[in-house]
């Protein structure tokens, strides 16, 4: 067990109950896949319910979605691939040991884009249903055909991509976590695992808007 | 052969405690057939499985501590045996079972039509000349009676355990049931679907009469309005006979003869215009729009309850056949 | 004299439980026998509130028109009742305690994956439970454990919110749990451990994981949408304001039937356990046994729709379920009849776990047949929602899942305690418990043919002869189980000590001491032969 004693900035970096260091970058890998399937079911029954009442109450959802801003959408799409790309870019870094500045850099960018995204969502297309009254329970207001439906039509859309933004803000906190540790030193091209796998989580987010926007914001019709 | 065994095992149990409740459908004595077959089925397994577990434990005990039992040789004959064979055993379940259901899905097309109505925590019941009962129906002897059901609130549940029929009832839908009684008497029905407070109070009786004794009964308390001449007020008094008139200009559908009949909707589906289905066009116009009408008509949610939608329904019901009676002559 | 020293010797050694002490130590501990200790506590309280719940209704079905409560109280009772015993005993009860303990133990690890994860599970268990407590003290909830709409979500008055709350929150500690046994299954197993040296009990709990980690978020996304119709009033699934009603019992069986298995799956593990230590031989047909755990994780996905036949669903789709209902009896069947076969030619024992293995067979057989009866279309009809389907499913989870849990918590109660318990009590109790259990639920399933509805405050007058059996039968279990809480507890301090092995059992965990040290083996243990590798003697060879 002579690998216990390689650590990092002071600390020892495998912990005491794995065997090897690639025993326990593997476990982490593999449970970040396992929550990632879980997180896959738990969009995955809202996907399921929107689809069957898009199904069932489809002029209404076709109504509800004419209210939103496809431009909003499309621009926060690019802004999540570009955030993958160096999120991608970032695990790079580390892995073939520039240094650390780059990694750093890297990592700031994704967490910049992470921001602009929730900026877009909030305050140019959140605040704006707002003020048109299309906040199911909150402040809705609409008197048009399929009322009923045109409100679930906007529970669906606010659930959906508030449980995202969500998403965001924790993949915002742990790159956070990971930059501190980053500008320590922690990693090096043989202890990385950490960021690896905040790219996965990083990238799964980025997958789950990749399906929210079209289904939200594309097909209404137009 | 199953059916004389089921027989004797029913006998012979019911000598000492009833175990089945009466059975006063045609379908009744259908499903305690299988219900005592599957019973013989699993007692018979059961014990089996019993019996070998008690032969082993006692033949094959521990008798010293230092004991060595002989290895285990697995056999895959023996492994496909005890996997096919309750395979088979279970498809043949499974077909009668589902045969048994299947056969019994629709009701006979000369049913005698009841409408049920559910609440917290009483039944409303109304037959089609108007006659109105609260927790209680009357049906004749031998006549196939069909239920359509639906609920002003929460999902309840119509259960007849004599009749062997159950059958969620919905808010916001229509579903149904049918049975055929074969034995004078009343016997009890019950709401099955945890409805609230006093559920378990959700419960009356079904009388089951000989025909002529309820065509009196139906004579006697036939109010003055029949369902669809109550539905018939209704309908000019909402107004909808303003644009569902007969007339010429096309702009609105024509409800004589629509009843059975098939439409095809907006988006170029094709619907059979049922009780459902008129029911959504009139609390849900927008949901199902009919192609070629344009003009969007106002939800009547909120403003009729279900009692009054069974009534106009009935009523749009006899448009249809007033226009085939005429088209006979 | 050399006996003393050793006991001695044994007493002063340092094990998981004396290596510190302290509240402290014991609520940010990392170890997972601690853990499953911290669990076993809590299920064990959650287990006596939700039997409370069961006694008074039992004694208020004593009478007809109800003996105790008001039916609004009733209502409440088997909530509570419900919803305690399936999320806050029965499935964290063989996973989160025993699985906890054994499985590193068993793959020769020296914890789980991630330990720091394997608390945080329970600390979210805790503060589900919390919710659960807190509606249950500020008047409860009525709903039924299945939350139906629109009666959770518009019509209750009751506190559906907090229960739903505790619901959904315990939910993402049985994912966790999963999530970690997965792993740990995957990547922390000795050398030489292949998967098919793997005990039955890892096969089970690895395709429990499995479900958990996929039904579990259907649930949480379910409650949270209901919980929305019922703050926001949008129409989600209440019809008068353009929902379904329908879909939520979807969503929910879909994740509430694959739940019948999470309980059901590591009872079969443990029977397996328990089945060959106490025949002492192979289980008959391993990889039958460990395969039919997959078919029924996968088929359990495929079924929800028959907790619907009722429902107004279509007759082609009650028909589909219906077959794949049956389908998914197929292995259960097989998992019994290689359990009878491995007694065959056994060297069977009369400890206390065989007994409870032996009544897991008879009651969990007879609970799957009578599933049967439920799983064909037309007597469902009938059955649907009466004291036919109480008495089914008690029989899978008291009869299967609670009779497997106290049987592997009597097996490795000496491994987890180092202490053995008197046998002739521990005896006396399974008996007890298989006799109270039958009068109980037995005269349930006449019961649910005559009619007898469940969830019935009130009832007609001819059931009470059947009902006053169960209630008198309730009695007894409740004794029975009130014995095994004595002795166990009496045996923590005044029991014989046990010693690493006392059944002679084979599997890692007897290799190492009874209580095992902190980090579970001296050393890794290196893995060379096959699970359940008891000596044995050839077959006889006919002539």
Redesign the interface.
Known sequence: MSESAITQAGRPILEEHFETLPAQEEARKLGMWVFLITEILFFGGLFATYTVYRE????GFTQGSHFIEVKWGAINTAVLIVSSLTMALAIRSVQVGKRKGTTLGLLGITMLLGVVFLCIKFILEWRVDYLHHHVPGINFDYAG??AA?VKLFFLFYFYMTGLHAIHVIVGIGILLALSYLTWRGRFSPKYYSPIEVAGLYWHFVDIIWIFLFPLLYLIGGR | MIQVFNFGIATAASLF?????PAAST?AP??DY??YF?TA??LF??FL??A??FY??VK???RS?D????????SIP??LT??LI??AI??L??F???S???R??RPPANSMEVFVVGK?WMWQLQHANGAREINELHVPLNVPVKLTMTSE???H?F?V??F?????V????Y?SIWFQATKLGSF?F????????????MHGEVIVMKPDDFAHWLATNAPSQTMSSAGGQLFSQLGCASCHQEDSSGKYPQLAGIYGHQVTLR?GARATVDEGFLRSAIV?P??E?VAGYSV?MPSF?GQINEVQLLDLIAYIKTLGAARKEAAIQ | MSVAVAELATRSRVHYLNESYGVKSWLLTTDHKRIAILYMVSITFMFLVGACAAALMRIQLLEPAGAIVQ??TY?KLFSIHGIIMVWFFLIPSIPAVLGNFLIPMMIGARDVAFPKLNLLSWYIYIIGACFILYTLIYGGV???W?F?T??SS???NSHVFGAAAGVFIVGFSSILTGLNFIVTVHKMRAPGMTWFRLPLFIWSLYATSIVLVLATPVLAITLSLMAMERFLHIGIF???I?GD??LFQHLFWFYSHPAVYIMVLPAMGVISELVAAY????????A?VAFSSFAIALIAFLVWGHHMF???QS?YA??VF??LS??V??PS??K???W???????????DAPMLYA?GF??LF??GG??G??L????????L???YFVIAHFHYIMVGGSVMAYMGGLHYWWPKMTGRLYPDKWARFAAFTIFIGFNLTFFPQY?LG???M?R??????AQFQALNVLSSAGASILGVGYFIPLVYLIWSMRYGREAGPNPW?AKGLEWETASPPPRENFEETPIVTEEAYA???????VRV
């Not at chain 3, 009878?340 to 009369?350: E, F, I, V």
């Not at chain 3, 008891?534 to 006889?540: I, K, L, N, S």
């Open positions: 069932l109450y489809l002029p055909p399929h439906h | 405690f009833p175990l089945h409740p379908i259908q499903v299988l219900y599957l089925f699993t397994f059961t499985i019993f070998f577990i082993f434990m094959y005990r521990r501590e004991e060595v039992p002989e290895e285990v040789k697995v023996l492994e005890w996997t309750p395979t279970c498809a379940i499974f009668w079972g589902s048994l259901f299947f019994n899905a917290q609130d929460v999902i549940d259960f355990p004599a062997r029929v159950k059958e969620d919905l808010p916001g839908r579903t009890m019950e709401c099955a679907q945890m409805c609230g407070a006093f559920h378990s109070s988006n849900n927008n949901s729009p969007s949610q | 039916p609004e209502n009525d709903t039924g299945t139906y629109p009666y518009t019509y209750s209440n019809p008068a353009g009603p329908l025949s002492r031989r192979r289980v008959y047909g391993y039958f009722v429902s107004g007759v009650g028909m219906s077959a049956f389908l009896a197929i069947g097989i019994v009849f290689n009878t076969a491995t007694l065959y030619k056994g060297s069977n024992s009369y032996l067979l008879g057989t007879m047949l009578t049967l009866f799983a064909s279309l037309s007597i469902d009809v009938h649907h929602d009466t006449i043919y005559l009619g509805l969830r019935y405050a009130v009832y007609p002679r008891y000596p044995t003697r050839p077959r006889a």
